[in-house]
């Protein structure tokens, strides 16, 4: 019997294809078909988050990967439904609330290029394809930069919205940007959430606290094959390499968000 140490989680965000510095944050659904089904003939048993999370808490001994993808894109019901669904795979959903029925005005003039955001009745649907639902806060504010009752507020609303509107216990949160702090974990923490995720590009241990999982994130430029090798060899300098040579558009995002580049509110 074989008892996994170590779990990789991944970071999707659009599925779809974008041209210009945020085309890593996008994933055209025929790649990420063959990712999904890569993954699966690899061993992997693909679930959400906090599922990952629980089964791993139970003692598991499945070669279990989590898969998430954030934001709430439109696209995500359209193509991404579909495909998690062909390869059995689950996942989990972050949805960036104060934005669910426009457009992901945190990423300025690149804002059109992933299409609109997924309304409220698409979210539930999502929800209803046994996707699980998590928080991605109200206006994709980096978080760890801002005064604490500001913080607060937006945790706590985005959290409370999605239980009243979605009628379902929301467990799991991503961290705008990727960006957390001590302080701000303890503020998921307190609001009714049992995990949360970050960035980290490095496998996750049971071990550790369920309040800053890393995750890996796929970009276009992984066939199912690269993938496969990248979860696979996460102790590896593959992992350092891929840092050297990847440089995802969240990086700029949050650049442009610390600068003041548009407004946040």
């Known amino acids: 019997m074989t008892v996994w140490t170590a779990m ?31 993954l699966t003939e690899a061993g992997y048993r693909l679930v959400g988050l906090s599922e990952a999370l629980d089964l791993l808490d139970a003692g598991s001994t499945d070669k279990l990967l989590a898969v998430t993808f954030d934001d709430g894109y439109r696209d995500f019901l359209t193509a991404g439904v579909p495909a998690l669904r ?48 998590g928080n991605h806060g109200m206006i994709h504010h980096p978080l760890d930069v801002l005064p604490s009752d500001q913080l607060r507020r937006e945790v706590v609303r985005s959290h409370e919205e999605l239980e009243q509107r979605l009628q379902l216990k929301v467990r799991s949160f991503a961290y705008p940007h990727g ?38 994130q796929p970009t276009p430029g992984h066939s199912g094959g690269d993938l496969v090798a990248l979860v696979g060899a996460a102790e590896t300098g593959l992992v350092s390499r891929l840092k050297q040579v990847a440089q995802p558009g969240w990086r700029l995002v949050r650049r442009i968000a610390r600068a003041g580049g548009w407004n946040l509110t």
Do not use: C
Request: hydrophobic fraction near 45%; aromatic fraction near 8%.
């Open 8 to 38: 990789p989680a991944l970071m999707y965000h659009s599925v779809s294809a974008v041209e210009g510095p945020m085309r890593d944050l996008a994933v055209p659904p025929g790649l990420l078909a063959e990712q999904l089904d890569a």
């Open 86 to 133: 062909k390869a059995g795979a689950g996942a989990t959903l972050y949805a960036s609330v104060g934005h669910l029925g426009s457009q992901a005005r945190w990423l300025g003039r690149w804002a059109p290029a992933f299409g609109p955001m997924l309304t409220w009745d698409e979210l539930a649907e999502v929800a209803a394809a046994g996707v699980e639902i």
């Open 179 to 216: 960006y957390h702090s001590r302080r701000v974990r303890g503020v998921v923490a307190s609001t009714g959430h049992d995990n949360a995720t970050e960035v980290g590009r490095r496998m996750h241990t049971p071990a550790e606290k369920r309040f800053a999982v890393p995750r890996f």
